[in-house]
């Protein structure tokens, strides 16, 4: 599946260069009811998910990604107020899982959620791939990772780009001032194999579209 990760321009040339993608923990994520997808008015069962939650954040990361990048609002949340760069890996659908929105919180039986031994496939699947129906603008994919080594430098994880997280598109933001020569110079030997394109805001609709002239994109 084709799917689209929307970066500000110093991370996604960062990103670009160094052939790897931010991985994000379950703490960083700026929606808060992120696992909690759950109906938790049982104080004994919120206890039980922070635990939970808690634990998972220490050993399980995420890749996020979108499925279309015609969004302006995406582009204005994550990508410098279309400044900065989407980028478009090939991954096999296997590794991805679908977000589901949702208006409501899902409602399960206490006593079973209490003992995580007991938690069912399904019930594992909502907790991770539901979130508030107001997020569906983000149309959003994910993969679950396994945190490994933390970056020194950064004190972040990342995954390689490799054959399960393809780079196989940029595309500049149509407020980018990037030229085509900085964007080769990151991709590297990888520019012969990655289409680049540059972005515009559409005439017709409240789409962004590819820009056709080339000659407006030095």
Known sequence: ???????ERHYGLDDLR??????????????????????LKDASLRHAFQ???EQMSANRGLLCFSRAWHNPVQWSHYAGKHTGLCLGFD????HLGLVNYSAKRFAVEAERLLNPRQIDEPTVTKLLFTKFSHWRYENEVRSFVTLEDRDPDTGLYFAEFSARLKLAQ????AESNLSRAELGDALGDMSERVETL?????FGSFRVVRQRKNTLWI
């Open 91 to 94: 991954i096999p659908d296997e």
């Open 18 to 39: 160094r052939r790897r993608l931010k991985i994000a923990t379950l703490k960083e994520l700026n929606d808060p009811f992120e696992f909690f997808g759950i109906n």
């Open 170 to 173: 940029v595309i500049v933001g």
């Open 1 to 7: 599946m084709r799917v689209y990760h929307f970066v």
């Open 198 to 202: 540059k972005a515009r805001l559409a």
């Open 51 to 53: 635990q939970m939650k």
